[in-house]
């Protein structure tokens, strides 16, 4: 019933491509961009990488401290891929957010240094709660909750943003964007006594806040952490 609710409301409102605004070919999963715009991020941000010249699959150049791997589905370059993650941000959309959940559990299932049959929790790195309240969603949690469901691994809420967290991280210095998150979350009430997590987020630039809320729930006992996201900035 509800998949034949929206085949009808995509007939009434077409899905339109979130990078240049024409009616995409298809209505679901990848279709919330066009052929070209796919084929243009696939060469501008699924290449490879400066350094390893490997494909983001495969790039292991991305380093957080607390962090066992690092995952991810593109590489944060060209305009198109830059715009698909503003609307990822900005706007509660469930087909850039399947777009986007796809890709990164291709990226997951791609990474043999991950190994999601002893991933115990799926959690996500928290958003500024001034930024929850104005856009009216996660887009972080939304995430985590499809990832779960594409790899049937329990979602968890584990990490929380307190209310002294009130800067956004994009406008800051490295040094800075780590001073920005320290003591900034809190944990939740939960042992994670020897437990493995895969710790989802949008866009890793430094690790600043990958890494502290992996720094966090290492003191709840937690034994590897993984981190998958959508997009790694290249550094």
Do not use: W
């Amino acid at each position: 019933m509800r998949e034949n609710i929206r085949k009808i409301l995509n007939i009434i409102f077409p899905v339109k491509c979130a990078c240049c605004q024409k009616i995409s070919e298809k209505a679901e999963g990848e279709g919330i961009l066009c052929q070209k715009c796919r084929q243009i991020i696939g060469e501008t941000a699924a290449f490879e990488c400066q350094k390893c010249k490997n494909p983001p699959h495969l790039c292991r150049c991305k380093k957080v401290e607390h962090i066992s791997e690092v995952s991810f589905a593109y590489f944060y370059s060209g305009e198109k891929l830059k715009r698909a993650i503003y609307k990822l941000k900005r706007a509660n959309l469930c087909y850039i957010n399947e777009f986007f959940a796809k890709g990164m559990y291709d990226s997951l299932k791609s990474n043999d240094r991950i190994n999601t049959k002893t991933i115990d929790f799926v959690t996500n790195a928290p958003r500024m709660k001034s930024s929850v309240k104005f856009y009216g969603y996660n887009q972080t949690k939304a995430l985590a909750k499809l990832i779960s469901d594409y790899a049937g691994i329990p979602y968890a809420p584990l990490v929380f943003a307190s209310k002294s967290y009130d800067a956004e991280q994009k406008s800051l210095t490295k040094a800075r964007r780590r001073q920005n998150v320290e003591n900034k979350f809190t944990a939740a009430k939960k042992s994670l006594g020897g437990k493995n997590i895969l710790l989802i987020d949008d866009v890793v630039t430094t690790g600043s806040t990958l890494s502290e809320c992996a720094k966090i729930m290492k003191s709840m006992g937690a034994e590897n952490i993984y981190a998958l996201c959508a997009a790694s900035v290249l550094s």
